[in-house]
Antibody
Framework: QVQLQGSGPGLVKPSETLSLTCTVS????????WSWIRQPPGKGLEWIGY???????NYNPSLKSRVTISLDTSKNQFSLKLSSVTAADTAVYYC????????????????????WGQGTMVTVSS | DIQMTQSPSSLSASVGDRVTITCRAS??????LNWYQQKPGKAPELLIY???SLQGGVPSRFSGSGSGTDFTLTIGSLQPEDFASYYC?????????FGQGTKVEI
């Protein structure tokens, strides 16, 4: 059973780069696709971006200029880097497995986040 | 970006109540709609995908319906463990977006 464990600093200074890692256990990181999602305190969810095992990447345009998501297959990990952070980037950051689920009855394939890490709270403050 | 709007933002209910949460997309998303449940301090969990398909292990009291722009999540008989926040999410086009959430309280 695949499990995700996020890790990284809980405090980042303004203008610096936020760096988080998600370790995948119970499965190979090369078998699936991976996303980062964040949630500011008391607010809703924001998708940050995904990385397909094939190398294809897609970022939320609202963050695209500051985001990098990458894969380390040797460690079975994927990571998030967010540069030039401000207080608005304070949030719980979730890593998630992103899969394509087939729905035969309506002949469609839909992207879902089916497994999530526990979340890492990151505060941006000096 | 496709905007997802949920209503209500919060609701009070009792055990055994039938609860309905709605989600409206700013444009047609066909059936590309997922629902997640989030309990305090925990990560969201997938409940329903493709508007009406139940994720494995999710109790049958949860159901989803809708297509196009209007969707509904129904909890047939609210249980104590169902008090949580619920989010809809569109997978029609990137950037994938979530509704603002609905908090179900006692």
């Amino acid at each position: 059973q695949v499990q995700l464990q996020g890790s990284g600093p809980g405090l980042v200074k303004p203008s610096e780069t936020l760096s988080l890692t998600c370790t995948v256990s119970g499965g190979s990181i090369s078998d699936d696709s991976w996303s980062w999602i964040r949630q500011p305190p008391g607010k809703g969810l924001e998708w940050i971006g995904y990385l397909y095992y094939s190398g294809s990447i897609n970022y939320n345009p609202s963050l695209k200029s500051r985001v990098t998501i990458s894969l380390d297959t040797s460690k079975n990990q994927f990571s998030l880097k967010l540069s030039s952070v401000t207080a608005a980037d304070t949030a719980v950051y979730y890593c998630a497995r992103h899969v394509k689920r087939r729905v035969a009855v309506v002949d469609m394939i839909i992207d879902v986040f089916d497994i999530w890490g526990q979340g890492t709270m990151v505060t941006v403050s000096s | 970006d496709i905007q997802m709007t949920q209503s209500p933002s919060s609701l009070s209910a009792s055990v055994g109540d039938r609860v309905t949460i709605t989600c409206r997309a700013s444009q047609s998303i066909n059936n590309y709609l997922n629902w997640y449940q989030q309990k305090p301090g925990k990560a969201p969990e997938l409940l329903i995908y493709a508007a009406s398909s139940l994720q494995g292990g999710v109790p049958s009291r949860f159901s989803g319906s809708g297509s196009g722009t209007d969707f509904t999540l129904t909890i047939g008989s609210l249980q104590p463990e169902d008090f949580a926040s619920y989010y809809c999410q569109q997978s029609y086009s990137t950037p994938w977006t979530f509704g603002q959430g609905t908090k179900v309280e006692i």
